[in-house]
């Protein structure tokens, strides 16, 4: 077999492997829970500093809570929520929406936010770095950063973001301090 094709078997089985990950990672895309919506937030304490990519992100909103939501165009429970926590981020002034897209290809997000008429910050995440360093496994998973963008909550799966239960968490925890959140 000539060194060409060696290299371009290689390729294709590459590529094929990539594709296979990105499709089947994260195992789970995660449909909404039954109990009350304020009872999904699970306190977190990570110890993982942003990765460099979301730090680029995070960096302009200094002094601002953030919520990081984990989801892909192919995830439909992410789908669904989307609106409602656009709709959050521009509601509440003090808190800021960044978005990681999850092994998603960035062409089909662009195309899903310009369908929704909407322009959140995106980070890509093609090959779940953030992700893993971050602990996600579900889709879609949503982080809530203290203004010091310290991830202290997390909610895993679809959430009403509309509700007044989980916008009162919400304002709530982005009128603490780091040290109270």
Known sequence: MSDMRRA?????????????AATLAPAVCATARAGSPDDRFEAIDLAAPPPPALRRALDPLRGRAVLVNFWATWCEPCRTEMPALVSLDEAEPAIALVTVAVAD????????????????IVV??????????????????TLLLDA??????????????????????????????????
């Not at 890509?124 to 998973?141: G, K, M």
């Not at 991830?151 to 007044?164: A, F, K, Q, Y």
């Open 8 to 20: 371009m078997r290689r390729r294709v089985l590459t590529s094929i492997g990539g594709l296979a």
């Open 105 to 120: 290809r960035m062409d089909e997000v662009r195309r899903f936010f310009a369908d929704h008429l909407v322009d959140p």
């Open 124 to 141: 890509a995440d093609p090959e779940q770095v953030i992700s893993r360093a971050w602990d996600v496994s579900y889709l879609p998973t």
């Open 148 to 181: 010091a963008h310290q991830p202290r909550l997390r909610v895993r799966g679809e959430i009403d973001w509309h509700t007044d239960a989980v916008r009162a968490r919400i304002r709530a925890f982005a009128g603490r301090s780091p040290a109270h959140a």
